[in-house]
């Protein structure tokens, strides 16, 4: 239904999205889908990470190595990004998995 709104307003103000979009599944706009996703990925793991309301929420699991004690980890509680991370990767969403489904997680 949302990516059908998406579609027909695409459709309307760009034609050349016709036939780059065109649907073959019968209304399920995987392509879609895909890019509106590789759009705005980063977007919505920060409207679910960063909001006050989510404080020290545990909806994600610890992933923060505790380097003092062995083999232990805490709960990441800066935005669900572990204090103190320098790696190049420590900006990123919370999780490389999010293109798999939660029943496979």
């Not at 879609?32 to 990925?41: C, F, K, P, S, V």
């Not at 380097?67 to 999780?95: I, L, M, W, Y």
């Amino acid at each position: 239904k949302y990516f059908n709104n998406i579609y027909e307003n695409l459709v309307r103000e760009k034609s050349q999205a016709k036939d780059h979009y065109q649907d073959k599944n019968g209304g399920n706009f995987f392509k879609l889908q895909e890019d509106w996703w590789t759009a705005n990925r980063e977007t919505v793991w920060k409207a679910m990470t960063c909001s006050d309301k989510l404080t020290g929420a545990s909806y994600f699991h610890a992933t923060c190595s505790d380097s003092h004690r062995s083999e232990t980890f805490s709960q990441a509680k800066d935005k669900c990004r572990c204090d103190g991370a320098k790696s190049a990767n420590a900006d990123q969403v919370p999780t490389y998995f999010d293109y798999v489904p939660q029943y496979l997680r």
